[in-house]
């Protein structure tokens, strides 16, 4: 089992700053896998940024330039910088952590911002 469990969400302005926490508890060495996910109203769930397998990054067009990713395995943490928000990157905020047979996701952190 692993514990997914995300923080930092809140509401800002546009134009503003957030960063995203998740901190991962259980067995996580089994983890080969963590990223950012986020499920505007309305929408469906979409990938906003992860490591890949090789420790590179992959964004979503949408957050490319304004977000990092970022990670301290010694405190077994996953970050997400945002920057620039717009009011279209309201959304819940998840954290997925993945073992070779199950997909971890935390309960999500509400980001909201103001035009």
């Known amino acids: 089992q692993v514990q997914p469990v995300e923080s930092g969400g809140g509401l800002v302005q546009a134009g503003g700053s957030l960063r995203l926490s998740c901190v991962a508890s259980?067995?996580?060495?089994?983890?080969?896998?963590m990223g950012w996910y986020r499920q505007p109203p309305g929408k469906q769930r979409e990938l906003v940024a992860r490591f890949t397998s090789g420790g590179t990054t992959i964004f979503a067009d949408s957050v490319k330039g304004r977000f990092t990713i970022s990670r301290d395995n010694a405190k077994n943490t996953l970050y997400l910088q945002m920057n620039s928000l717009k009011p279209e990157d309201t959304a819940v905020y998840y954290c997925?952590?993945?073992?070779?047979?199950?997909?971890?996701w935390g309960q999500g952190t509400q980001v909201t911002v103001s035009s």
């Open positions: 997925l952590a993945r073992t070779p047979t199950t997909d971890y």
């Open positions: 259980g067995s996580i060495f089994s983890i080969n896998y």
